[in-house]
């Protein structure tokens, strides 16, 4: 009998390999999504520091989304028809977690951006230093991010209650976001090269998705969610 060639090595990815394109346009629509929800979320703040330090995080995923931008369009791509195929299942996800209490914005602001950022830096870790670093560039956290800390961790130590709520609505953001990434991976064949090409296989896959898990679980410690 011949050799099992049903998880043959993948050659390794190009700077060129059309999964970047797609990495670069799913984040783009990630980033400009972000900018409109962080916007809204801030309407809801409950002082003026929280406004602004909201509105500071869009302004800053603007300027991620631009970057992106740039980045596809050097590549011969249009940014608008890079991102079409990725509406849907970003939009799902947020219009499956949209928060309804500002305590919530600020977790999901939190720790579900911090969920994407892991998936996508796994994936960046295995590309080309020129495309890992537009990757590590977008996915830059904020100065801002100590506020939403120091805001959640006053709130759960208050209240029993709001930590209990706030332990649910981690959990439903992870389960969420891990949904549209499969989701997302079953539709776009080049994508999910790249992320083959960074785990090794589909079992390398199913560890990733694990790492994420754990890394949420740190950051849900971090606010005091544990």
Request: charged share 25%.
């Given at each position: 009998?011949?050799?099992?060639?049903?998880?043959?090595?993948?050659?390794?990815i190009?700077?060129?390999?059309?999964?970047v394109?797609?990495l670069?346009?799913?984040?783009?629509?990630g980033?400009?999504?972000?900018?409109?929800?962080?916007?809204?979320d801030a309407?809801?703040?409950?002082?003026?520091?929280?406004?602004?330090a909201?509105?500071?995080?869009a302004?800053?995923?603007?300027?991620?989304?631009?970057?992106?931008?740039s980045?596809?369009?050097?590549?011969?791509?249009?940014v608008?028809?890079?991102?079409?195929?990725?509406?849907?299942?970003?939009?799902d996800?947020h219009?499956?977690?949209?928060?309804?209490?500002?305590?919530?914005?600020?977790?999901?602001?939190?720790?579900g951006d911090?969920?994407?950022?892991?998936f996508y830096?796994e994936?960046?870790?295995s590309?080309?230093?020129?495309?890992?670093?537009?990757?590590?560039?977008v996915?830059?956290?904020?100065?801002?991010?100590?506020?939403?800390?120091?805001?959640?961790q006053?709130?759960?130590?208050?209240?029993?209650?709001?930590?209990d709520r706030?332990?649910l609505?981690?959990?439903?953001?992870l389960?969420?976001?891990?949904t549209?990434?499969?989701?997302?991976?079953?539709?776009?064949?080049?994508?999910?090269?790249?992320v083959?090409g960074?785990?090794?296989?589909?079992?390398?896959?199913?560890?990733?998705f694990?790492?994420m898990?754990q890394?949420?679980?740190?950051?849900?410690?971090?606010?005091?969610?544990?």
């Amino acid at each position: 009998m011949g050799a099992d060639t049903s998880m043959q090595a993948l050659p390794p990815i190009g700077p060129d390999h059309p999964g970047v394109a797609e990495l670069f346009a799913v984040l783009a629509y990630g980033e400009i999504s972000a900018f409109y929800r962080l916007a809204e979320d801030a309407q809801m703040a409950r002082t003026l520091e929280g406004k602004v330090a909201l509105a500071s995080m869009a302004s800053a995923e603007m300027g991620h989304f631009e970057l992106l931008e740039s980045a596809l369009t050097s590549r011969g791509f249009d940014v608008y028809e890079a991102m079409d195929p990725f509406v849907r299942a970003l939009d799902d996800y947020h219009a499956s977690t949209r928060p309804s209490t500002w305590l919530e914005a600020l977790v999901k602001a939190y720790v579900g951006d911090g969920i994407a950022a892991d998936f996508y830096r796994e994936i960046g870790h295995s590309l080309p230093s020129e495309v890992a670093d537009v990757v590590e560039e977008v996915l830059a956290q904020t100065a801002h991010s100590e506020f939403v800390v120091s805001e959640v961790q006053s709130a759960v130590r208050a209240s029993t209650r709001d930590k209990d709520r706030l332990m649910l609505w981690g959990r439903r953001l992870l389960g969420e976001a891990i949904t549209q990434a499969q989701f997302v991976l079953s539709r776009r064949e080049a994508l999910t090269e790249l992320v083959l090409g960074a785990t090794g296989d589909l079992n390398g896959v199913v560890a990733l998705f694990d790492r994420m898990q754990q890394k949420h679980a740190e950051r849900m410690s971090v606010l005091g969610l544990v």
